[in-house]
């Protein structure tokens, strides 16, 4: 079982990756993109005997500690068989 | 006055910090990230610039659960001075040892380069004897434009807690925030290195008024 961990930027926070990226495919002629934003993917692989359930507890918890940093990103994830 | 100099994998500026400390005339001593005794021995904890762990995941972010952060946390809440600079002060504010966050600069690039900071105020133990308004030292960061809600930027203005601004905002920081205490006023973090601003071989000597402030205003 793993979790796709997705963590990006909270709204308003400044994202010049996105900012650039978008600029730099709208410059190679690739159109209609409103915006970009640039965050993380992260996979993680759990032990062969967790559960769902107890597999959901530890993407969360892993998210609030350490993972994402709640003051200027937000995180969601899938749990996968 | 005895200053701990924390050491984590990654960090380079831990050795200007020492030399910078000890010719002030503070006795310095270096304490490696996994040390898990009490820093109560010591009288200042000075968390200085790197790449703690190469900056993975974010900076910061994962030194924060380094052993030694435990010990560093609590001597904070006795109200012991602590200095971090650079990478320590994203150490801090990562720990919530600090408000605020410190996220890549605006235009994306490492800046490294000499600014001109403003002390903003001179009530805090680190600024209190500096007798120059405009100070200037370098800075070198890809992750220094600080952040912070309103609330908290409101906070940090009605605190007086903004103890430097740049003159010219290189990196995109809110306020034109350079360096800032908490509440209590014994932390100090800052993106740019006084430590390395304190010889004049090295272009500058402003970085030792914050140190001498330091030695000077100690109880």
Partial sequence: MKAKIYIKYKEGILDPQGTVTNKALKSIDIKGIESIGIGKYIEMEFDKNISKDDAKKIAEESCKKMLANPNTETYSYIIED | ?219
């Avoid at chain 2, 001075?81 to 040892?97: A, H, Y």
């Avoid at chain 2, 105020?121 to 500096?130: G, P, R």
């Fill in chain 2, 1 to 219: 006055m005895k200053f701990a100099v924390i050491v984590f994998p990654g960090s380079n500026c831990d050795y200007d910090a020492y030399y910078a400390l000890k010719n002030i005339g503070f006795d310095v001593e270096f304490v490696w990230h996994r040390n898990t005794s009490s820093l109560s021995n010591f009288d200042g904890i000075f968390i200085p610039g790197g790449f703690s762990y190469g900056d993975y995941l974010r900076t910061g972010a994962i030194a924060k659960f380094s052993p030694v952060m435990k010990s560093i946390k609590e001597e904070s809440k006795k109200g012991k001075i602590i200095i971090g600079v650079c990478n320590g002060f994203q150490i801090l504010v990562e720990s919530e040892l600090l408000p605020g966050s410190l996220i890549n600069n605006k235009n994306i690039k490492f800046l490294s380069k000499q600014v001109k900071l403003r002390v903003k105020t001179f009530n805090s133990i680190f600024t209190k004897s500096i007798e120059k308004e405009y100070l200037k030292m370098p800075i070198a960061h890809k992750q220094g434009n600080f952040i912070a809600d309103s609330d908290t930027l409101q906070t940090l203005k009605d605190n007086d807690q903004i103890l430097f601004e740049y003159d010219i905002n290189p990196n995109g920081s809110m306020l034109n925030i350079a360096g800032i205490t908490n509440k209590k006023r014994n932390i100090l973090g800052m993106m740019p290195h006084p430590e390395r601003a304190s010889n004049s071989l090295l272009g500058s000597e402003d970085g030792k008024y914050i140190f001498e402030s330091l030695i000077k205003n100690y109880v």
